[in-house]
């Protein structure tokens, strides 16, 4: 069984500030962990995916993420906030079992906050 | 950009009645699912489909679910008689890859 926890349900940063949202995963295979965010009234957008290539991953609006196998963890990072980055951000994990459907599980999301 | 359709976008109906949402797929995807949202909790996997059948379901994809792909472009998600816990957002989600999913915008539904 897979599972996701996303640390801090509410992350309020200032604009221009450091973006840090933690996930932590619990994978018996090998991963493959996606960021997910959702803008209000709207579905969910990917943002980045790792699928066993490079560590470090960079996704659109200057987000990027690190797998570290050694701390189960693929935390989201952006150097600089935005008053546009405020929305739910949604760490999720699947595994490749070859069939080719396996369906992700979601962590319970986090809130991303501007302030001004 | 291609996307994701979902229809209806809202939908609200009384307890016991039957519910269909429908999902129009990117056109060389092959794998397609579909998730819930209940209000203020996380995104729960219901179900998958490819190649015509079911791959993997989840413990909320109960007797009272059913998927099919009728003609080849929609998906469709059928609820037989609703509860009022199944109230919340539905996603299709659909990928040509496994795991690179592009979700809809989401059909609301509100049990009464």
């Known amino acids: 069984a897979q599972s996701v926890t996303q640390l801090g349900s509410h992350v309020s940063v200032s604009e221009g500030a450091l973006v840090l949202l933690r996930c932590n995963y619990s994978?018996?295979?090998?991963?493959?962990l996606f960021w997910y965010v959702q803008y209000p009234n709207q579905g969910l957008q990917l943002l980045l995916k790792?699928?066993?290539?490079?560590?470090l991953v960079k996704g659109i609006n200057g987000f990027e993420a690190e797998f570290k196998k050694s701390e189960t963890s693929f935390h989201l990072t952006k150097p600089s906030a935005h008053m546009s980055d405020a929305a739910e951000y949604f760490c999720?994990?699947?595994?490749?079992?070859?069939?080719?459907?396996?369906?992700?599980?979601f962590g319970k999301g986090t809130h991303l906050i501007i302030q001004p | 950009e291609p996307e994701v359709t979902q229809t209806p976008s809202h939908q609200v109906t009384q307890m016991g009645q039957e519910v269909i949402l429908r999902c129009v797929p990117i056109s060389n995807h092959l794998y397609f699912y579909w998730y819930r949202q209940i209000l203020g909790q996380k995104v729960e996997f219901l179900v998958s489909f490819y190649n015509n059948e079911i791959s993997e379901k989840s413990e909320i994809f109960d007797d009272q679910f059913s998927v099919e792909r009728p003609d080849g472009s929609n998906f469709t998600l059928k609820i037989r008689s609703t509860k009022l816990e199944d109230s919340a957002m539905y996603f299709c989600?659909?990928?040509?890859?496994?795991?690179?999913?592009?979700f809809g915008e989401g059909s609301r539904l509100t049990v009464l």
């Open positions: 999720a994990v699947t595994s490749y079992s070859g069939g080719g459907a396996d369906g992700l599980t």
């Open positions: 994978s018996s295979v090998p991963p493959y």
């Open positions: 989600a659909t990928a040509r890859r496994a795991g690179e999913l592009f």
């Open positions: 790792y699928t066993s290539a490079a560590t």
